[in-house]
């Protein structure tokens, strides 16, 4: 989402004709589009203001973002900034730099989150890389879930106009853009603001007519906001990949209540069980938090025996961090060095899971799209399949950002899969 949006932007920049230099060059603006989700984010976020501003005290330096959004008192604090911005009106960071560029006092105010209530329309312009792209089609989350800072930093769920999106990834596959991820700050919430649960299914129907579209991908999205239709375009419309992003992050009912999650095991069992039956070789990666306040011996082993058996191709470990101003940073903390250990346990899994969803298809022909950046180790060309398993294979640049026929031929190891182009 904020790298979306960053690049959103600085395409606004670049056409009132400002020139975009490295962060470490004298410039007259420094924008820094903050993260907020943990504590360390927001500390880093405050030093690396500090240290442009120390570096050029004359520049212009702004904090924008969910960290302002979050927070504003605590930014404005901060002695180096110049003016800060929170989650909406990203379109107007110009006028606001002009301004102070023009000598003006201007305000620095933050709206409260709730008061968030339209979806701020930026566009990409240009792009940095051609491969993929991300497309915002939400922003904002109802949930709170426990743990989670984000609903404070992005405010209420708002949808953007299908049209909008439509347009924007029909001309992102006109420039050349092959694979499109669907993003949004809470995916599966899209047109629930407008009292619409069938929402993202229209849009993905609205898709399949745009011919000179390849792949789409779905970014993390909630297994109970999947619906017959979703399920049924994933296995039917080649464009959309096998590949679904479901966050668990409990196998306990009571760790998942505690975080103020919408789902039991059960529920989440269910819904795999579902749509692997429908949807033949659907990679599920997911998010594991280890370590979340009242975790036990007893409900970290119910963690690694649902990870086990629902057979993730991918799962994302994340030590629980406290984040200040969540209702879990008050509840009682679990000893770092036991958080450490689990993590490392649910680590050792993760490899051997992705190790066995890798074997069942070494030997199979897979479409891959080669990205613009070859592996730094071994210099071959590297891609993704559709169920997202990334691949080496041996070929001239030309072959960038291109799809190609590959048969995957050994596991190099749990993240790489060495391949050979047939086509
Ligand atoms: S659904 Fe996602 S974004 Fe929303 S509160 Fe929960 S973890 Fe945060």
Known sequence: MNQYETEAVIDIFIDSGYQIVDFSEKADVYIVNSCTVTNEAARKTRQIARRAKRKFPDSIVAIVGCYTQAFPDEVRDIEEIDFVMGSNNKAKILNKAEEMLAGKAITNDVKEYQELKEYEELELKRLSNTTRANVKIEDGCNQFCSYCIIPYARGPVRSRKKEDIVKEIKRLSQQGVKEIILTGTHLGAY???????????????????????????????????????????????????????????????????????????????????????????????????????????????????????????????????????????????????????YSKKLRLVNEALMLDYQKEFIGQEKEVLIEEVRDHSTDLLTGYTDNYLKVLVDGPDNLKNELVKVKLEKSIDSYHIKGKITK
Not at 321 to 337: C, D, F, I, V, Y
């Open 191 to 341: 047109g629930s603001d407008r009292g619409n649960s069938r929402a993202l299914t229209q849009l993905m129907k609205d898709l399949t007519e745009l011919e000179e579209l390849k792949r789409v991908r779905l970014s993390s999205i909630e297994g109970t906001e999947i619906d017959q239709g979703i399920m049924e375009l994933i296995a039917e419309e080649e464009m959309f990949c096998p590949h679904l992003h479901l966050p668990l992050q409990s196998g306990s009912n009571k760790i998942l209540k505690a975080m103020n999650r919408p789902y039991t095991l059960e529920d989440f069992k269910e819904t795999t069980a579902e749509l692997r039956k429908k949807i033949p070789n659907l990679a599920i990666t997911t998010d594991v938090i280890v370590g979340f306040p009242g975790e036990t011996e007893a409900t970290f082993a119910e963690t690694l025996a649902a990870v086990k058996e629902i057979g993730f191709s991918k799962v994302h470990v994340f030590p629980y961090s406290a984040r200040e101003g969540t209702p879990a940073a008050e509840m009682k903390q679990l000893n770092g060095n036991l958080v450490k250990e």
